[in-house]
């Protein structure tokens, strides 16, 4: 296991051109992922689908990860180990929601998507 001495081998210089990077990485994640979760929301409330509902939950818990990973460590001055942690547990929240999203069964089933079978079940 590596132990760390509280030394960074990157000059100041250096961590404030990584950290203008994160922060501006963390904008777009935040911005694209809201606009991907109000979407998926919009579909929801529009097919009442509760695939639909776990979509648009599944990117809301990734999206604020991401945002909350950085709170924790640049606003409340907590480590990056606990920022990452954060980050950490609210994607794979997400991604379980996700998953179940795939699963997920809708209001009723069209006549199109009723009439599918898959290739080599007929």
């Known amino acids: 296991m590596a132990t760390f001495s509280g030394q960074s081998k990157y000059s100041n210089e250096t961590m404030v051109d990584l950290t203008l990077v994160v922060v501006a990485t963390k904008a777009v994640t935040f911005t694209f992922g809201g606009i991907l979760t109000w979407l ?11 695939a639909m509902r776990a979509l648009a939950a599944g990117i809301g818990l990734v ?49 199109s998507s009723s009439r599918y079978s898959p290739p080599g079940t007929r």
């Not at 998926?40 to 509760?50: E, V």
């Not at 950085?70 to 001055?77: A, F, I, R, S």
């Open 40 to 50: 998926s929301y919009r579909a929801f409330l529009r097919t009442r689908a509760p």
């Open 63 to 111: 999206t604020v990860g991401a945002l909350l990973g950085g709170v924790v460590h640049q606003v409340l001055e907590l480590s990056m180990l606990a920022g990452v942690a954060v980050q950490g547990v609210f994607s794979a929240a997400g991604f379980v929601v996700l998953t179940y999203s795939l699963y997920a069964e809708g209001p009723s089933r069209s006549v």
